[in-house]
């Protein structure tokens, strides 16, 4: 049989192989790199298939995600959220030890979404009441969650929560406070 001409040498992507691709479609070397290849491609399905579910499981009206939510949200490697923590470009509240939260919608500014993940996992917006019967004190705050008023106020500072003064209390919605210590 003559030549083809659509013959024409090829790296295998598997491999690294150079070799003469008998079709136009061909990108394996061997039968034994394509296998490896199919395999390669079901395991990240299944890996997709999981982020995906840890994805959907995400609260949409809040703001606040763990990170290997975040993981699953934008394909974005825990390593990578972690170092654009540690170099400020994005804001984190720390909960404890593996507690730490970042904001879907910082995130958002630097990632697309994962290709699978629905549109409608954009934040809504934020709507919080400051009336007093849909907000705790502060000392409300430290008693129900158990945290120190000097850590309640670092995390309203870091995370930007409002606060409302009525006489000698501080208000904060319940809300935010809620969808921080829950
Ligand atoms: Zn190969």
Same mark, same amino acid.
């Given at each position: 049989m003559p030549k083809g001409k659509f013959e024409i040498i090829r790296k295998c992507q598997i491999c690294g192989a150079e070799f003469a691709a008998k /079709? #136009? +479609? $061909?990108? !394996?070397?061997s039968k034994a790199c394509s296998n490896k290849a199919y395999r390669q491609r079901q395991a990240q399905l299944r890996e997709e298939k999981k982020l995906d579910e840890i994805a959907n499981k #995400? =609260?949409?009206? !809040? =703001?606040l995600i763990n990170v290997s939510e975040a993981h699953a949200l934008f394909g974005v490697c825990t390593v990578t959220i972690y170092r654009l923590i540690r170099k400020g470009i994005i804001s984190h509240v720390n909960?404890? +030890? *593996?507690q730490i939260r970042v904001k879907k919608s910082e995130l958002m500014n630097i990632y697309p979404l994962r *290709? $699978? #993940? *629905?549109? /409608? /996992?954009k934040p809504i917006a934020k709507m919080y009441s400051m009336e007093p019967q849909d907000c705790y004190t502060i000392g409300q705050v430290t008693e129900i969650y158990k945290v120190s008023e000097k850590t309640v106020y670092k995390h309203i500072r870091q995370y930007g929560i409002p606060i409302r003064q009525i006489g000698k209390y501080v208000y904060t919605p319940k809300s935010e406070i809620d969808n921080l210590y829950k």
């Open positions: /079709t #136009i +479609e $061909s990108i !394996y070397c #995400i =609260d949409n009206r !809040y =703001d909960l404890g +030890e *593996k *290709k $699978s #993940i *629905k549109e /409608t /996992t």
